[in-house]
C-alpha cells in the first residue's frame, strides 16, 4: 500500500557529508511523522532524526548540529543532510514514515523503508 524509497548512501571519507532522500509512495492521505533511524553492526536500531507533520524536529544528541532532517510534503519525501561526518556514523540508514491511507483515514500505520548502507572511513 505504500513504499519507501531510499537513496544517497556511500562510502565518505570522515569530516564529508552525504544527504540521503527517501521518497514515499501509494493511497497516502497524510504522513504525520517522518524519521530516520540506523542501525550499526552488533547495535540495537536507534532513531536519528524525526520531523512531524508541522516542521517540529527532533534529533539524537550523537547527530546534533551536524544533521539536519527536512520533508517536503508536495513530494512525500524526507531528507537527512548529513555533515562532519564520522566513523561512528556507519551504519544501515532507515526511513519510516507514519502514513495514514486513504482508505483508513485517522489510522496512523508505521512503515519502513528498505534501508541505504553510509560507510564513513577515518
Known amino acids: 500500500q505504500v513504499q519507501l524509497v531510499e537513496s544517497g548512501g556511500g562510502l565518505v571519507q570522515a569530516g564529508g557529508s552525504l544527504r540521503l532522500s527517501c521518497a514515499a509512495s501509494?493511497?497516502?492521505?497524510?504522513?504525520?511523522?517522518m524519521g530516520w533511524h540506523r542501525q550499526a553492526p552488533g547495535k540495537q536500531r536507534e532513531l536519528v532524526a524525526r520531523i512531524t507533520s508541522d516542521g517540529s524536529t527532533n534529533y539524537a544528541d550523537s547527530v546534533k548540529g551536524r544533521f539536519t532532517i527536512s520533508r517536503d510534503n508536495a513530494k512525500n519525501t524526507v531528507y537527512l543532510q548529513m555533515n562532519s561526518l564520522k566513523p561512528e556514523d556507519t551504519a544501515v540508514y532507515y526511513c519510516n514514515d507514519i502514513v495514514v491511507l486513504k482508505i483508513t483515514p485517522g489510522v496512523p500505520r508505521s512503515y519502513w523503508g528498505q534501508g541505504t548502507q553510509v560507510t564513513v572511513s577515518s
Open positions: 501509494g493511497s497516502i492521505f497524510s504522513i504525520n511523522a
